[in-house]
């Protein structure tokens, strides 16, 4: 199930699961088993209907892995023999078995989908829920995890019920698809009906790429859904094409705004090094995306960056100034800004209107001067229908729109993003995109640490590889997905055979449509 953000996906699956359904108003019945949801006994609502939430982190209770394994089944009088026999079983199953007694707050995001997964499914579930479970996960964590969806659906049998925006290796195994749009279904159906029906949607931008190859191209054939399928759908049309390449030029940067310089970074003492000979060094107006896996450290790089955390060896320097030279705020007046990964921690107010306007009255903006900046800023975001709701009423995309329109509210020159595509639809990261264009002529430069490698090839000026706390390779959008295997794009997993440094999906129709065989700019 997938749709714009805001558009009910959560709300529905909430529903289902009624011990977590919103407050509300329900018109018309949902039916489980032939009953209604509201008259299941609790114990059976709990048991079979399993919940997987968006951030990893708001559903584990325990302290430690094996604890978190066990608490649901405890919860349910389950005798200690067969709690022991169950978290064994699904122990081993998840491969879970080298950090069962470790510290659940020790665990990367990947590693803590991962237990909410396994702990759901040792209550032996029917029917799973997943709300966006592969957002904050690297993309081999996300395969890793849709592969085990899959495997569940297989060998258990299990009915799953999974909203996600990123669409490349689930819609086309999923049985059904269905798309939302303003709290209602626009289409359902196999994924290639889906495919056919959204041709002419705004939602087809969230279809995977090579559905939208099929659509740039007006292929009359049966749409591909899979990166083989694509490359086998270019291979037959577009053979005659092989060779064409995207031309690339190197980066070259002006003044330096950002940079660190060797710095090494533990939280503990007695804990090893998180950044190690960490370097980087960002030029005015420069968009520059890290990418990595589940806990390597980009989002400690990003707090060192931040002067949120201090290094014990090393400097990090804004503006060629050592950010320990930065007295009080200063730091943070129409410097620097900060989304964390978590967007709802920027809010302290009980509605957005009334968080802005506290933003810009601790910075000394006058009333008439903060009226305008709020009535500019809600425009470009375009988020006027949430600026009266509460911060916690805001779906997950919904949250991180309007966190990143606060953050824009200070006119920062440098601005470092913490996951900022979780939770959004592909219409509006397009939206994002242009908006991250648009400051970027006024020389605003932006950091992006994140796991959405489209997006991070769609936007970049540079991108680096984040592995061992330091970043081990940097480049150019196109030199650097075209010689990855994994941190890459689908455009350039189908097309890589046919074409040189296409990475977008753009850059592919493009090159099957030129008449000769210049390059693309």
């Known amino acids: 199930m997938f749709g714009e953000s805001g558009c009910g996906k959560t709300t529905l699956l909430k529903l289902i699961k009624k011990e977590i359904a919103p407050y509300g108003e329900l018109k018309g019945s949902i039916i489980y088993n032939n009953k209604p949801i509201d008259e299941l006994p609790d114990k059976l609502s709990a048991c079979e209907i399993g919940f997987v939430g968006q951030n990893p982190d708001g559903q584990i209770v325990t302290d430690k892995v094996w604890h978190e394994l066990a608490f649901g089944l405890e919860n349910m009088g389950e005798s200690t ?52 479970p592969t957002s904050q996960l690297d993309p081999i964590a996300a395969a890793d995890f849709i592969a085990t969806l899959q495997k569940l659906n297989r060998e258990f049998g299990l009915t799953i019920l999974l909203v996600e925006h990123r669409l490349e290796e689930v819609f086309p195994i999923a049985d059904k698809v269905i798309a939302m749009d303003s709290g209602k279904i626009l289409a359902c159906g196999s994924p290639v009906e889906v495919a056919k029906l959204l041709q002419k949607s705004k939602l087809s931008l969230s279809l995977p790429t090579a559905v939208r190859i099929w659509y740039g191209l007006g292929s009359k054939d049966v749409p591909p859904m899979t990166v083989r399928q694509g490359k086998d759908f270019l291979e037959k049309h577009y053979s005659q094409c092989a060779g064409r390449s995207v031309a690339v030029d190197k980066y070259s940067g002006a003044e330096t705004v950002l940079e660190a310089k060797n710095v090494y970074f533990r939280y503990e003492k007695n804990l090893p090094d998180v950044l190690k000979n960490f370097n980087i060094a960002v030029t005015k107006g420069e968009i520059f995306s890290i990418l990595g896996g589940n806990g390597t450290g980009k989002t400690t790089a990003l ?14 320097n804004v503006f060629g100034k050592k950010i320990s030279k930065y007295k009080g705020n200063s ?57 009266n709701k509460h911060p916690y009423d ?23 993003l913490d996951e900022p595509t979780k939770g959004l639809d592909a219409f509006y990261k397009e939206s994002f995109a242009h908006i991250l264009r648009k400051i970027k002529d006024k020389g605003v430069t932006s950091i992006i640490v994140t796991h959405d490698v489209e997006f991070a090839a769609e936007v970049s000026d540079r991108c680096g590889l984040f592995f061992d706390g330091q970043i081990i390779a940097l480049d150019t959008p196109n030199e650097f997905f075209c010689n990855n295997s994994f941190y890459t794009t689908a455009a350039s997993r189908i097309s890589r055979e046919l074409f040189k440094n296409a990475v977008l999906c753009s850059q592919v129709i493009q090159l099957c449509s030129n008449e000769a065989g210049e390059e693309c700019p």
């Open 303 to 316: 707090n060192v960056l931040s002067g949120l955390d201090k290094p014990y060896k090393g400097s990090s």
């Open 331 to 387: 730091l943070y007046r129409n410097m620097v800004a900060m989304l964390p990964q978590n967007p709802i921690a920027v809010f302290v107010q009980s509605t957005v209107k009334e968080d802005f306007y506290e933003l810009l009255k601790a910075m000394d903006v006058p009333k008439d001067s903060a009226e305008k900046k709020v009535n500019e800023v809600t425009e470009i975001f375009n988020i006027e229908h949430l600026l």
């Open 394 to 416: 805001l779906s997950g995309g919904e949250q991180q729109k309007a966190a990143l329109a606060k953050l824009m509210l200070t006119e920062p020159k440098i601005i470092l």
């Open 81 to 132: 023999n067969n709690i022991r026999r169950r978290v064994g079983e699904m122990a081993s199953y998840f491969g879970i078995q080298n950090w069962y007694h470790r510290s659940t707050d020790s665990l990367s995001g990947g590693q803590k989908q991962l237990l909410n997964l396994a702990s759901v499914m040792a209550m032996q579930p029917k029917l799973l829920l997943l709300d966006e």
